[in-house]
């Protein structure tokens, strides 16, 4: 999560910079949705786990 913050805040710094990288702001808007996606994986995988141990349990 830090990390995706710090990432975050490194794009806002690129692209409000007086000569914007552009190759820069694709690579860290890259990098953030990569990390975006691998949280939503790690989510549904931590909920099916969690239904699962709720269904052992029955």
Same mark, same amino acid.
């Given at each position: /999560? %830090?990390? /995706? %913050? +710090? #990432? %975050?805040?490194?794009?806002? =710094?690129? +692209?409000?910079?007086?000569?914007? !990288?552009? !190759? &820069?702001? +694709?690579?860290?808007? =890259?990098?953030?949705?990569? =990390?975006? %996606?691998? /949280?939503? +994986?790690?989510?549904?995988e931590m909920r099916r786990r969690m239904q #699962? &141990?709720? #269904? =052992?349990d029955d």
């Amino acid at each position: /999560m %830090q990390r /995706m %913050q +710090e #990432e %975050q805040q490194r794009l806002n =710094r690129l +692209e409000q910079g007086l000569r914007p !990288d552009y !190759d &820069a702001i +694709e690579t860290s808007t =890259r990098n953030l949705g990569e =990390r975006q %996606q691998k /949280m939503n +994986e790690r989510h549904i995988e931590m909920r099916r786990r969690m239904q #699962e &141990a709720l #269904e =052992r349990d029955d």
